[in-house]
């Protein structure tokens, strides 16, 4: 079955630094990716989204390319805030099953 | 519009006590999720749901452990008898088939202490 695989953290970065967070998948055809997060004491949002190969998901200024030749959907924000600290999620939908998740990644912004 | 809807937001109880999470899924949505989050073990799916009915339970962890969807607008979570290990967020989410992007949008989530 399909399987997401992502950076274990926690990532600890200082204001207006760059942020680079890794995700590959596995799958049989083309999944959606997906790019959650979780801020403290609440559920997981969407933060953005890639349907098929070489779109460029973004949204607060985060952003990920579904790259089909790597089997990637990596995360990154050129500058990140206080605020930009919580848990963040790839996860990967074939359309048969459920969303499947990765472990999840803290990421810490010290000011 | 509102989003998903959980109840309690925390719990306390004792072991041995029954619990009950309630959720109240994005109206127009087929499907519901539960999940459980740790940790020790993250976010794990116990349970999910389409058109009322249960598909697939093999995430939930034993037989204490039942959940129910009576109609398209309310699920019920329930551990009985609780214990210690029992203690997370158990978060609910919905999504609807008809995007076709198998996109969830979840609930606040349910803190449950079990001492």
């Known amino acids: 079955g399909d399987s997401v695989t992502q950076m274990e953290g926690p990532v600890t970065l200082s204001e207006e630094a760059f942020l680079t967070i890794n995700c590959t998948y596995t799958a049989t055809g083309y999944p959606s990716l997906f790019w959650y997060v979780q801020y403290p004491g609440e559920g997981l949002q969407l933060l953005l989204k890639?349907?098929?190969?070489?779109d460029k998901g973004s949204n607060k200024g985060f952003e990920a390319t579904y790259r089909k030749e790597t089997t990637s959907f990596h995360l990154e924000k050129g500058s990140v805030q206080v605020s930009d600290s919580a848990v963040y999620f790839c996860?990967?939908?074939?359309?048969?099953?459920?969303?499947?998740f990765g472990k999840g990644t803290r990421l810490s912004v010290i000011a | 519009d509102a989003g998903v809807i959980q109840s309690p937001r925390h719990e306390v109880t004792e072991m041995g006590q029954e619990v009950t999470l309630r959720c109240k899924p994005i109206s127009g949505h087929d499907y519901l999720f539960w999940y459980r989050q740790t940790m020790m073990r993250g976010l794990e799916l116990l349970i999910y749901?389409?058109?009322?009915?249960?598909?697939?339970d093999s995430g939930m962890p034993e037989d204490r452990f039942s959940a129910k969807m009576p109609n398209a607008s309310f699920s019920t979570l329930k551990i009985q008898p609780s214990e210690p290990r029992d203690s997370a967020v158990y978060f609910c989410?919905?999504?609807?088939?008809?995007?076709?992007?198998?996109?969830?949008?979840f609930g606040e989530g349910s803190r449950l202490t079990v001492l």
């Open positions: 749901f389409n058109n009322n009915v249960p598909i697939d």
């Open positions: 890639a349907t098929k190969a070489d």
């Open positions: 989410a919905s999504s609807s088939s008809g995007r076709r992007t198998g996109e969830l949008f």
């Open positions: 996860a990967s939908y074939s359309g048969n099953t459920p969303l499947v």
